[in-house]
Structure formats: structure tokens, C-alpha cells
């Protein structure tokens, strides 16, 4: 939006907002502070003059009504100045018209809520770090119905003419975020709700409802075996690998083996492919896009983790597919960073992407020359993100709690899933204040059937405490990514941190003391990668084009006997790249050759991830050892793999084919594979003894999600 656009006092403002409420009953206990009879307060960045007039549109997280109706702007709050505690700016807002039920629902709050405002006037702001309304859009989006006409719901399919642009799109873990570019600039589309990003979950409700972002992750207490989240850690891995199993250990929904060996995900009584869940959350932002632009998108640049393979990459194509967009394009997450901050900028610079995610971390040096993006070295963890620092704060939180009241809150998903919920927003209070408070009311009931409720405030201090050796981990990646390539911390130009978790104020120090210099603040951290990805859609349609050139994030190998892997192109290998690897026959006669493929950087192929066997058929029957094939190992621009063998005797070229349906078991018997899955990659080698515990005590008990 534009910073500086001015608003007639006179004209309708539309203030639509989705709290995070699943329940009427929990809307009315946590926004009762804001609301009385007469009105309610809004915070909002630019309050607008008392005056104006507002239709209002609050709505729960499911889509539910909330309150409905018109009112006008009575009085403005400013925000604090310097020296002052800490307030936001707002607005009471005084009701001159509202629907009955929304009529209604005022009356209950205001008669059953203490804190309910019992005046006629709107209630003053409450203290900072309460609850209260924020204000979200102000304004319809460009192109979208006129105010007054119902929000929510999108026309029916093909009421928009279709457009000519193709957006960027970050999938994220987490949340997922659509950008567009037009003559070099980029702007995130926001939902009507105002919604820069969406949760990247997906639900059936009780009534057989689909339910996607919001709507879906503010049900997930009540319905955790039905609501699929972080499955972007699943996209086209084979139900046995070390990442899958893992997650099967973490996530509530059902995790199980599709018809060839990859996993795949079973709801609502229902088995589904990964790229159909993806493909779910990608029809909602494509929704969301058309609804911001006016016109039915059908185009996309998609970005995935450096590391996505082969497979990974096809299922991203193909849930766009069902999602019936086009994906022009996959391009990786930090190059699209780099490019957000880089483009049009004619930069010579050596920038370090640190994305810390809500459950993974990436790291990548990209060596930016004008319009040349060249991805010079790259690392990460897989299970390294917010949500594990979430975990540390809620494990704090319990052990105060159980000091107090001398027992643990009830083993009820619902009730932790309430001290997560608390934990993360004061977490991500904590980035921005000293001190926030995590309460939860009604937690429990103690032996004499007292309502408890939970209640600790934390300090930033405290959090760092307990989060250093997280953040620490971080940066010992980074330093294990710089190295690779012989980069030392001061040959960086820039630092650009993305990922909601790298706001906290730590992760900033501490890569200010690793390289010297200050982070840049010219990337948005929740929107750089879809800007990126924008740019990178709106450039491919002109001359001025963009070069990206990339490395390989992890080693291909191949698996030898005894379960070890021979590294065939190792990472960090420039793309695009060919390797052979020579094998001979081991038996007399034998006619039949088969090498299985791996991905990863152990020495140990159960570390690693299978991608295929590679089978060659058809050789000359000789005494063993006679017959030699090299294979060819060939890795595209996109991280695409293709194989090929040619016997040394004849010289002749076999079609090698990379066979995925092998299954693991047979596979393993053939290695004579241990069990022993192990997550890590990258630089990361599996963490040695004493890395720091990812997974809090209890939020690894109850917490499980991504
Ligand atoms: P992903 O790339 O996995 O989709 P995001 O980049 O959206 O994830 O990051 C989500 C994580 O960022 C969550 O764990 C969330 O709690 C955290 N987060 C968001 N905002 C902040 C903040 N201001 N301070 C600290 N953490 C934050
Ligand atoms: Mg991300």
C-alpha cells in the first residue's frame, strides 16, 4: 500500500478483520476488554479521524460472524511517545448500526464478561500485549467488489477474465505468501481479510467442510487427526525415509505409504498425495491473488528449499497442476531472497540468506553481480525452526506453573495446545517488547474445583536464555556453509535474514557479531522469497532477464554394500553438472547391473535419501569383472537428475532408467542397511553429542507441530 495515502474523512472505511478465535465463547472471553455496548476499540497503524464513517466485519478464524454492521470513528489514540510505556495507535469505534445477531452477541459478551465495557461509549485501548482488534485493511483491494457487497466468498470459477501475469509463490512450511511484479516492483496480495500470508494447513471439518490457512489452523485443537500441516517436509519423499519417519513421530494427522513407496497423507477417510495437499494451499493462494488482481490467475514462478530434489520438484509442478496453474518455474527459496534485494539494483556484493522458518533452518552465499545471482554455497537443518523455540518457552512456562500450583496442566492436546498457542504469540510479542505475558484462563481446575488459569511473564532476556544455544546452532551452520567454500564471515558484503523466526532480536546480534556487519533491513522477511519469486515471473516475460546459476544442495551418491554411499557429485557442485561412476560385474555370467542413488551428505545410505535404483540389463554374459559400465550422472540447471550407462567393452550406451519402486525393505535387504534415520543435512552432519535439545521436553510430549 502507499505510505502516504491520504483518506477523505467522509468516505466509508471497511474495516474487515479475522481474529483468531475458532468459538464465539472465546471470541467473547478474549476481545470482552474491547468491546461495550456502545462500541469497540481497533488498533490500527493509521487510525483514521473521529468522524469517519466504518462499516464493520469482524469475523472468527473459521469464517463465522462475528459482528457485523456500521459505525463511526469516535476518537483516535496516538501512539506512545519516547519515554512512555509502550501503546499502539487505535480508534474507538462507536456502533450506529448493527445486525441483530451481531446485536446480540454484544449484549452476551457485555452481560457475561467482566471486563466488557458496560458503557455507551466505545472502551478505552487496553494495556499493550492484551488482546485487542487490529486493524487489517482499511480499504478493498484494488480490483476486488465494492465495499458492501458480501466479502468472503469468491464468485463462482471463470467470473474473472483471466489474466496475462504470472505471480510468485512462496509454499512455504509454514505460510505461504503470493507476490506480482509489474515494471520491476513487486507487492505482496493480500487476502480480504488483509492477510499478507496464510497458514499452509489444510482440514476437513465435521461437516466434510474443506478448510484452508486460517480457517483450517484455528481449528487444529479441536481436530488435530484431521488437519494437515508442515507436509511440505513430506513432498515427494519415500514413505521411508529418515524425514518422513521423523515426521510420523512429530505430526497428530496419519502419515502412510502411497501405491509406489512415497508417502502420502490420510484424512477425513481419505488418502491423499502430497502435491493434492499442496495443491490444496496453492488453489487458495492462486484464490486469494485473482481476488487482489481482478483477474483469474493462472500462471506461477514456485520457490522450494535449495535442497527439494528431483522428486520434490515434480510434485511442486504437479499439485500447481492441480491447482490449475502453470508453473513456469521452480526456483529456490534463497536465490529468490536474493534476487528481492538485489534486482534492478546492479549490485556487486557476496550476500548471506539466513532463512529460519518455523521448522527449518536455510543458509546460502549468493554472489549477486547485477542481474547474475550465482549460489556459491548452501546448508541447513531440516528440523531447526520456530517451532522448537516455541517448545523451550513452553517447557519454561510448565515447570513455573508446576512450581506454583505443585501439579502439571492435564495431559489434554486442547489445553496445551492453548500454552503453545500463548507461548508463540509471546514469543513473537518478544521480538518487538521486554516483557510479554503468557496467560491462559481456565487452563484447569485444581482437587477443589477452582478454576486455574496459567500465568508467567517472561522477559526477552529469559527467552534468549533459554533459545541462545538454538540461535547459536544457526550460526555454527552458517559458519560450516561459509567455510565450504573458503568464504571467511568478513568477505560478506550483506547479511538478509528471512523467515518469521530470524525477527527475533538474537538472531540479529548474533550475525552481527559473526560478520561485522549490521543485517540488512532491506527484505521483508515473511515476503522476500514471493517478491522474489515475482520479479523473477515478471522478468521472464521481458528481454532484460535474469541469470541464476546454482549448486547442487546435496550430495548424489550411490549405495554400497554394508550400507555405505559413495559420493558421486558431492554439494555444493555447480549446476550444471556430469560425473561418472564406474561398476563391474561381480559374478560370473552376470548380465544385470543395479546401482540404488542416494541424496544426502552421510557416508551411511540410511542417512540419506533414496532416490531410485538405477538397472541395467541386456550385458554380455562374461567371467565377472569383465563387464564395466560407467553410469552418468547428470544434474540440470533445475535440479533435475538424469542417468546414463555406457559399457566400457563396446562402447555401447544403455538406457539406464532410475526405478523408484523398489521398496525399501527389498532395497535394504540389498544393502544390508541398518535402520537409522537421521534427519540432518547439509553442513549439518548429524548432531554430534550435546547439540542442543531441539525438541522441548513437553513440546515434544504434546507439541506436535511443524
Ligand atoms: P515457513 O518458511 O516455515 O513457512 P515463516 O517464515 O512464516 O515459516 O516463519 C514462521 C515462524 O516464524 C513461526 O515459528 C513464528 O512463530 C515465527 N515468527 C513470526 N513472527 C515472529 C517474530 N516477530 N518474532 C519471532 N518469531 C516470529
Ligand atoms: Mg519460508
Redesign the pocket.
Known sequence: MGEEKRREPRVEVKLAIRVACGTLDEFAERYALNLSRGGLFVRARDPSPAGTPVSIDIQLATGQQAIRGRGVVAWTSGPSAPGEPLRRPGMGIRFTDLAPDSAKLVDLVVATQPRAGQGSEPPGPPEEGAPAFEETVLEPPAGAAPAGESPAQPGPRGTLRPSTRAVGI?L??????VAVAEGGKARVLASRQGWS?IP?VVAYDAHGRLLVGHPARAQMVVNPRDTVYGS?RLVGRPFQSPTVQACRDRFHYDIVEGAEGEAAVRFAGRAFSLAQISAFVLAEVRQMASQALGEEVTRAVVTVPAYYNDHQRQAVREAGRLAGLTVERIVN?PTAAALAYGFGRGLSEKVLVY??????FDASVVDVQGEIYEVLSTGGDTFL???D??NQLVDHVVYRFMEEQGFAPPADRGAWQRIRDAA?EA??????REKALIHVPYLCRDAQGEDVELRVEVTREELEQLTARLVDRTVEVCTQTLAAKGIGPGDLDQVLL???????PLVWKRMRELTGKEPSRAVH??EA?ALGAALLADTAARIDSVVLIDVLAMGIGVGLPGGRMAQVLPRNTRLPARKSYELATVRDGQTELELAVFQGDSAQASECEYLGTVKLGDLPARPRGQVRVAVEFTMGQEGILSVSARDLASGKVEQARLATRDTPEVLRAKLQMPQAPSPARGAAAPPPQGAPQRRGFFGRLFGKR?
Open positions: 512462496d512455504g512450511t509454514t505460510n505461504s505468501c500470508t499452509s511440505k527459496e532463512d529460519l522458518g518455523g521448522g527449518t525452526g520456530g517451532v523455540f516455541d508463540e514469543k513473537v510479542a518478544l521480538s518487538a528471512v523467515g518469521g523466526q530470524s525477527r527475533m522477511p515473511d522469497v511443524p
